[in-house]
T-cell receptor
């Protein structure tokens, strides 16, 4: 158990809908990272937040947005969902903002878009 | 653009034997960090080992070690005394400091045979 929690574990929704994935980092960790793992695209880095501020941005679509709240939990919002958004979404956390730090991954949220 | 290649989609090794997983990359950057992650059937992503590009000494963590050849842009993972619990998908990953991007390889599925 990494100490990172993600809810929900599974999510089934329809095309065009909007969903919110939630992540609670390990106690004391200031950085949160979001990743998407799909069959055709592999593992893709989406975005990093550090202490409430966006720190690094990867291949995040404009339909997706994220934020980190004052209590350091983070949410990833996915809107206008398409079939291709079906994937495993991971959240990870690390103590600071340095990119060589160990990232601790949550168990993931499996999203299925029908 | 940076690319990461894992040319071995699947490998198998006998328990207690040694196996090497290969990873090559291409970048024009000098500052980057290299990682190997393990993803067992539970789908949890776990950091195995990391290496800073500016360090010449190869990183070692217990039975896991890397062979980092910066000029050849190669970063292989050696697993010694393989155990059944090493059965997993292994990803090499990079963080490139200049472009602020995390990039993952496509993974190598390793099966340890009893």
């Amino acid at each position: 158990d990494s100490g990172v929690t993600q809810t929900p574990k599974h999510l089934i929704t329809a095309t065009g809908q909007r969903v919110t994935l939630r992540c609670s980092p390990r106690s004391g960790d200031l950085s949160v990272y979001w990743y998407q793992q799909s069959l055709d695209q592999g593992l893709q880095f989406l975005i990093q937040y550090y202490n409430g501020e966006e720190r690094a941005k990867g291949n995040i679509l404009e339909r997706f947005s994220a934020q980190q709240f004052p209590d350091l939990h983070s949410e990833l919002n996915l809107s206008s969902l398409e079939l291709g958004d079906s994937a495993l979404y991971f959240c990870a956390s690390s103590p600071g903002g340095a990119h060589q730090e160990t990232q601790y991954f949550g168990p993931g949220t499996r999203l299925l878009v029908l | 653009a940076q690319t990461v290649t894992q040319s071995q989609p699947e490998m198998s090794v006998q328990e207690a034997e040694t196996v090497t997983l290969s990873c090559t990359y291409d970048t024009s950057e000098n500052n980057y960090y290299l990682f190997w992650y393990k993803q067992p059937p539970s789908r949890q992503m776990i950091l195995v080992i990391r290496q800073e590009a500016y360090k010449q000494q190869n990183a070692t963590e217990n039975r896991f070690s890397v062979n980092f050849q910066k000029a050849a842009k190669s970063f292989s993972l050696k697993i010694s005394d393989s155990q059944l619990g090493d059965t997993a998908m292994y990803f090499c990953a990079f963080f490139f400091s200049g472009t602020y991007k995390y990039i993952f390889g496509t993974g190598t599925r390793l099966k340890v045979l009893a």
